[in-house]
T-cell receptor
Framework: GENVEQHPSTLSVQEGDSAVIKCTYS??????FPWYKQELGKRPQLIID?????GEKKDQRIAVTLNKTAKHFSLHITETQPEDSAVYFC????????????FGTGTRLQVTL | NAGVTQTPKFQVLKTGQSMTLQCAQD?????MYWYRQDPGMGLRLIYY???????DKGEVPNGYNVSRLNKREFSLRLESAAPSQTSVYFC???????????FGPGTRLLVL
């Protein structure tokens, strides 16, 4: 089955700096790659996603890049703010009727003042 | 629209007890999923239901059973709880025409 690895497990940045989280996946047939943000005690919420026919997608301060050849994708957060502090999860899916997600193990991002 | 709801929010069980976690969605979504979340391990898929009337095993199905009662409801049953099943359980649903999964608020389960 699919395997998703995520790095780093923890990341501390100063407010205003950029943060980058990287994921690799094993199944070259995976075609959908979402990123979820989870605040303490809350449910995971989708922040951005990308499909395999696109190399990059941006939404304000958040961007995701995908390298299908290398089977890795990354989340970029620019101009970080304290409210960006949370755990971020990447995931990969083969799509189709079931569209099961395989998640990475998460990155705890701390934005310090 | 309540979205995805889960009951109970928190439960304490003794080893060997049984219980059912309830999940419902009011978004007319086709697919529903059960995940467990453990520290340092991300979310792992227990069971899923691609459409009403179907259920399939995910990555970690042992010790669990599910029922897709109707299009709205998808329950997860622990027949004989074990301490290893202490976890936070999330239900999610997905509309048929898009990939995004929407999560419920979670059920925190402690098995003593």
């Amino acid at each position: 089955g699919e395997n998703v690895e995520q790095h780093p497990s923890t990341l501390s940045v100063q407010e205003g700096d950029s943060a980058v989280i990287k994921c690799t996946y094993s199944d070259s047939a995976s075609n959908y790659f979402p990123w979820y943000k989870q605040e303490l005690g809350k449910r995971p919420q989708l922040i951005i996603d990308i499909r395999s026919n696109v190399g990059e997608k941006k939404d304000q301060r958040i961007a995701v890049t995908l390298n299908k050849t290398a089977k890795h994708f990354s989340l970029h957060i620019t101009e970080t703010q304290p409210e960006d502090s949370a755990v971020y999860f990447c995931a990969a899916s083969l799509g189709g009727t079931a569209s099961k997600l395989t998640f990475g193990t998460g990155t705890r991002l701390q934005v310090t003042l | 629209n309540a979205g995805v709801t889960q009951t109970p929010k928190f439960q304490v069980l003794k080893t060997g007890q049984s219980m059912t976690l309830q999940c419902a969605q009011d978004m007319n979504h086709n697919s529903m999923y059960w995940y467990r979340q453990d520290p340092g391990m991300g979310l792992r898929l227990i069971y899923y239901s691609a459409s009403e009337g179907t259920t399939d095993k995910g990555e970690v199905p042992n010790g669990y059973n599910v029922s897709r009662l109707n299009k709205r409801e998808f329950s997860l049953r622990l027949e004989s709880a074990a301490p290893s099943q202490t976890s936070v359980y999330f239900c999610a649903s997905r509309p048929g025409q898009e990939e995004t999964q929407y999560f419920g608020p979670g059920t925190r389960l402690l098995v003593l």
